[in-house]
């Protein structure tokens, strides 16, 4: 499973990430999370491997800095390499 958290983007990454910022630029914050919420599932649908994203949303949960009664007002900052 280790392999899936591996950095598979490469210097493609950085293009991903201006892409996301990009789409993100000028939306509100109700906007910019449904935006991230289509995107999640787009992604989970692709994906298609219901074991390996509940291993993605454990390995991101715990990856979260703040505790979870602080991140509904937390502002999200994105890294091109979240998984690692």
């Known amino acids: 499973m ?9 210097p493609g990454g950085d293009d991903f990430y201006e892409a996301l910022v ?3 630029r000028g939306l509100s914050r109700e906007e910019s999370a449904a935006l991230n919420a289509r ?19 454990a390995r991101a949960r715990s990856a979260q800095q703040l505790p979870p009664s602080a991140s509904e007002d937390a502002t999200l900052e994105v890294k091109p390499s979240v998984c690692a």
């Open 39 to 57: 995107l999640v599932l787009m992604l989970a649908n692709y994906v298609g491997d219901v074991g390996v994203l509940t291993t993605f949303v």
């Open 2 to 10: 280790e392999e899936w958290f591996a950095d598979r983007l490469g």
């Open 22 to 24: 990009q789409a993100h």
